[in-house]
């Protein structure tokens, strides 16, 4: 009887061990298959990002994150897709401003800054998982200088620098924000060294323009520049 006893406690505690080993496995096969469906939307985002079309790489980027959070790459993407349609918002936001639809001009650049607070939101998110991400410290550094913070924008692209030495634009931005301070040393420097890690001049629509102008900033109630 008492053998009996053993054999079933013995039974007992192998089927336990069995059902546990079981749905660990279980979980992990889940978590695998999520971690590839994560993967494939973020290449479906790459692809949606390099074809400009930001709605859809942010689409696919939240469904990425949606199955795996720590997705770096998504977290990435989702970020430099809200930069732009950041930085297109702000634009047409200058460009009412300059026509003197002020509150046009206010309804756009209250858009811009949503989505430059977004970017900046996947951009220290992604910060707290890859401490060391130079493309997530470029983000914050381009999210500042939008929105005129000129000492947060220098911190962020010396940042930038201080991880990814040879990022011309890193110089090249950084370079801007001197030159908007007046700083012309650190800007004629900073932008010599651009040139010479092969830094090339971006399209007119896509460069931060002159110094601010004073009636669009007080037409629209924040610096556009």
Request: glycine share 8%; aromatic share 8%.
């Amino acid at each position: 009887m008492m053998e009996n006893r053993l054999n079933f406690r013995f039974l007992s505690l192998t089927t336990i061990v069995l059902l546990a080993a079981a749905l660990l496995q279980s979980g992990c096969h889940r978590g695998d298959a999520a971690r590839r469906e994560s993967s494939r939307l973020t290449r479906e985002g790459n692809a949606a990002l390099e074809a400009g079309q930001w709605e859809e790489a942010v689409r696919c980027y939240t469904e990425a994150l949606a199955r795996n959070p720590r997705n770096t790459d998504a977290l990435y993407g989702r970020s430099s897709a809200r930069l732009v349609t950041g930085k297109e918002y702000y634009l047409l936001a200058r460009a009412a401003a300059g026509e003197g639809e002020s509150v046009h001009a206010r309804e756009i650049a209250s858009k811009a800054d949503r989505d430059f607070a977004l970017a900046a939101e996947d951009a220290a998110a992604l910060l707290k998982i890859d401490t060391e991400s130079s493309g997530a410290c470029y983000i914050l550094g381009c999210v500042a200088l939008y929105q005129a913070d000129w000492q947060g924008a220098l911190d962020a692209f010396s940042e930038t620098i201080r991880r990814a030495p040879e990022m011309a634009d890193a110089y090249q931005r950084r370079g801007e924000v001197y030159g908007f301070i007046n700083d012309l040393e650190n800007e004629s420097a900073d932008l010599k060294r651009a040139a010479e890690l092969g830094y090339t001049p971006e399209e007119e629509t896509d460069s931060f323009g002159d110094e601010p102008s004073q009636t669009a900033e007080a037409e629209t109630g924040r610096v556009l520049y």
